[in-house]
């Protein structure tokens, strides 16, 4: 092999470790980013903040619950978290992260979770379940735009 096609294939080799390093690396700062969102919007649910659909969820946003008989859209997310406020309060939650995929500006995050919820009655009921949820990549960054999942 001549040194210049030796050079080539050196160089080759250089820039490709180099994307793939960069590639990698964004890749973990995306998922990253991603799974900051959902603790986010826990977070959010457990403070109370009424403004984390409006803030979170893409216009399009169409949700299923494992509780719910159908897909909920944005407007009927946001109506029954107000319903869900009336009779109970969630205190504590744990989330436990799966799987995160990213694809461009897609994201496909899997995670178990465990909640206590207060209800006005002052009992309160612990649970576990799983969700998965589908979010992108928005000019306002990482958005939900769709989810399954619930109390097992």
């Given at each position: 092999?001549?040194?210049?096609?030796?050079?080539?294939?050196?160089?080759?080799g250089v820039c490709l470790m180099g994307f793939t390093s960069?590639?990698?690396?964004?890749?973990?700062?995306?998922?990253?980013?991603?799974?900051?969102?959902?603790?986010?919007?826990?977070?959010?649910?457990?403070?109370?903040?009424?403004?984390w659909a409006d803030e979170m969820l893409t216009e399009d946003?169409?949700?299923?619950?494992?509780?719910?008989?159908?897909?909920?859209?944005?407007?009927?997310?946001?109506?029954?978290?107000?319903?869900?406020?009336?009779?109970?309060?969630?205190?504590?939650?744990?989330?436990?992260?799966?799987?995160?995929?990213?694809?461009?500006?897609?994201?496909?995050?899997?995670?178990?979770?465990?909640?206590?919820?207060?209800?006005?009655?002052?009992?309160?009921?612990?649970?576990?379940?799983?969700?998965?949820?589908?979010?992108?990549?928005t000019d306002d960054g990482w958005k939900f735009l769709s989810?399954?999942?619930?109390?097992?």
């Amino acid at each position: 092999m001549k040194a210049k096609e030796l050079l080539k294939l050196v160089l080759t080799g250089v820039c490709l470790m180099g994307f793939t390093s960069t590639f990698a690396q964004d890749s973990a700062n995306d998922q990253a980013d991603v799974w900051t969102i959902i603790e986010g919007q826990w977070d959010a649910q457990e403070k109370g903040d009424k403004d984390w659909a409006d803030e979170m969820l893409t216009e399009d946003f169409t949700g299923w619950l494992k509780n719910s008989p159908a897909p909920r859209s944005k407007t009927s997310t946001k109506m029954w978290n107000r319903v869900n406020e009336m009779t109970g309060k969630m205190i504590a939650h744990e989330l436990y992260p799966l799987s995160i995929v990213v694809r461009g500006d897609v994201a496909v995050a899997h995670y178990l979770y465990r909640s206590a919820i207060q209800s006005t009655d002052e009992s309160i009921e612990m649970g576990n379940g799983r969700y998965t949820d589908v979010l992108v990549r928005t000019d306002d960054g990482w958005k939900f735009l769709s989810w399954h999942g619930g109390k097992d």
